[in-house]
């Protein structure tokens, strides 16, 4: 089964490891120009921490900007907010 679109919200969170990363790449590099991606993170394209391997790092940052629509927000992260009102203004 394949998907018209394959959305991962969680990137640059955690470290991959090079398995990982691998097979991250290998999804990236079987969807392109035949499928979407779309990728949310609060991290900028620097996911040198997420992917250790530099080499590896620049191609899956290659695969995804390339014909890509890149939205920047320039926001902090909703939870982030909210948790700092709540600390300014406890209940």
């Known amino acids: ?10 990137t640059g969170y955690r470290e991959l490891n090079k ?3 691998d097979l991250l790449f290998q999804v ?3 969807r392109e120009e035949t ?7 609060n991290e900028s394209f620097d996911w040198t ?3 250790t391997d530099p080499r590896l790092c620049a191609a899956i940052v290659d695969r995804l900007t390339c014909n890509a629509t890149v939205i920047e927000t320039g926001t902090d992260s ?3 907010a909210h ?6 203004h406890p209940a």
Do not use: E, N
């Not at 979407?36 to 993170?41: D, G, K």
């Open 1 to 10: 089964m394949y998907a018209d679109i394959r959305i991962d919200r969680r």
């Open 19 to 21: 398995r990982g990363a």
């Open 28 to 30: 990236l590099t079987d």
């Open 35 to 41: 499928a979407s991606v779309a990728i949310s993170s």
């Open 49 to 51: 921490k997420t992917f």
């Open 78 to 80: 909703y939870r982030l």
């Open 83 to 88: 948790s700092r009102a709540h600390y300014d």
